[in-house]
C-alpha cells in the first residue's frame, strides 16, 4: 500500500498560481509514474498531468498544458504540479494518483489516490 498526502490547496483569484504537492510513502518513490487528476462540482474526474518514472515522458490535459509544470524530487519523495494562470473553470478537487503502468491518463490506469486537495479560484 502507498499513502499519498497532498498539499497546497486553497483558494486563489483569477490569475492566480497555485504549487501542489504530494508526498509518497511505502514504496520506492523513483520507480513510480506518477499522475494529477481532478473532479470539478457536478463533473466526471478528469486527467491533469502525469510524469513517469525516469522522467522519459510528461502529459498534460489540453487544458492545461500551456500553463502547468508536473515535477518531481525524488530525495524528498513529492511529486508537484505548478499551475499558473489559473481560471475558475480550474477549481476543483485535485487528485495525486500512483499509475498502475505507463500512460497514466485515466482512473483505471491509478493504483493508488491521494486524498484529495481543494482548489478554489474565485474572485
Known amino acids: 500500500q502507498v499513502q499519498l498526502v497532498e498539499s497546497g490547496g486553497g483558494l486563489v483569484q483569477p490569475g492566480g498560481s497555485l504549487k501542489l504537492a504530494c508526498a509518497a510513502s511505502?514504496?520506492?518513490?523513483?520507480?513510480?509514474?506518477m499522475g494529477w487528476f481532478r473532479r470539478a462540482p457536478g463533473k466526471e474526474r478528469e486527467f491533469v498531468a502525469a510524469?513517469?518514472?525516469?522522467?522519459?515522458?510528461?502529459e498534460y490535459a489540453d487544458s492545461v498544458k500551456d500553463r502547468s509544470t508536473i515535477s518531481r524530487d525524488d530525495a524528498k519523495n513529492t511529486v508537484y504540479l505548478q499551475m499558473n494562470n489559473l481560471n475558475p473553470e480550474d477549481t476543483a478537487v485535485y487528485y495525486c494518483?500512483?499509475?498502475?503502468?505507463?500512460?497514466?491518463?485515466?482512473?483505471?490506469?491509478?493504483?493508488?489516490w491521494g486524498q484529495g486537495t481543494q482548489v478554489t479560484v474565485s474572485s
Open positions: 494518483a500512483v499509475g498502475r503502468h505507463w500512460p497514466v491518463g485515466e482512473a483505471s490506469d491509478v493504483a493508488y
Open positions: 511505502g514504496r520506492t518513490f523513483s520507480n513510480y509514474n
Open positions: 510524469l513517469r518514472w525516469n522522467g522519459a515522458s510528461i
